[in-house]
């Protein structure tokens, strides 16, 4: 196993959540824990709600095993100034969203040297708190390199950040934040991928729903908490349409800089 406990940048990085975490109060709860596993390859597919998931899912993970987790990040996020430079401290793994074939070939070369390896199979953040439909790569990343999907979904983290639901300051502390670890999911070359990422969805929602349901914060009428379940956030129709006005605009804004 090729993977490296000792990146200074990521120790300091773990150091700066802990702290942070520490400091606005986060209160997390863990299910399905022995799920992780402690050493080996394997492609851990979270839910996607809030812009801190990646870093509570590290924070997760080291307080569970001391391990490190690679994700896949937008190049746009690689191209900031700072944060690219934390993100290529940390070893993560940049994503061109109009030619990822490089970033899949390093995913799955990380993969297969023993690395976690986070990533979104939703490819962006659910403003509707839903399981949206699923791209393939993590399934077939996880075929071609022999290695577990390990099917995670994180319940609270998106009220710190998100893309619809504002928090001021104050209301920041004291969140809950609830994990849940689904059993590793094994996937061959011979699986039909689109079969297996279908069902994965189902796992991932499964874990959602008694997180959402058993969360020890009243959500009635807030704009955190999912239609379906009495908030105010958008249906996943209506997130859907604004979801692929975003991405028309932005794909506007590309050609516009060519």
């Known amino acids: 196993m090729s993977e490296r406990r000792g990146d200074p ?19 997390p709860t863990v299910v399905g824990a022995a799920n992780l596993p402690d050493t080996g390859g394997a492609v851990f597919a ?50 061109d969203m109009t030619a990822g074939a ?12 023993g690395e976690a390896l986070g990533v979104f199979p939703e490819g962006g953040v659910s403003a509707s708190y839903t ?7 993590a399934v077939r990343m996880a075929a071609e390199a022999g290695v577990p999907v390990i099917p995670i979904a994180i319940w609270g983290g998106h009220r710190l950040l998100t893309k619809t639901a504002k928090s001021s300051f104050g209301e920041k502390f004291g969140i809950p934040v609830s994990f849940a670890i689904g059993e590793p999911i094994h996937v061959t070359a011979e699986d039909d991928s689109a079969a297996v990422t279908l069902s994965l969805r189902s796992t991932l929602q499964s874990l959602l729903d008694p997180l959402q349901r058993d969360y020890p914060v009243d959500g009635t009428g807030q ?3 999912p239609a379906h379940l009495g908030g105010s956030a958008p249906t996943p ?13 932005k794909a506007a804004e590309r050609a516009a800089r060519r």
């Open 9 to 27: 940048i990521y120790g300091a990085a773990i150091g700066a959540g802990r702290s942070l975490f520490g400091f606005l109060r986060v209160k």
């Open 46 to 95: 979270l839910t996607h709600f809030g812009y801190m998931d990646f870093a509570l899912a590290e924070w997760m993970t080291w307080k569970k095993n001391r391990r490190h987790v690679r994700f896949l990040a937008t190049k746009n996020a690689f191209d900031k100034p700072v944060v690219g430079f934390l993100l290529r401290g940390m070893r993560h793994i940049s994503v």
């Open 102 to 113: 490089e970033a899949y070939r390093q995913a799955v070369a990380a993969l297969r040297s």
């Open 131 to 137: 399981v949206r439909e699923l791209k393939t790569g």
């Open 223 to 225: 704009p955190w908490q």
């Open 237 to 249: 129709e209506v997130a859907a349409v604004a979801e692929a006005a975003r991405k028309e605009r």
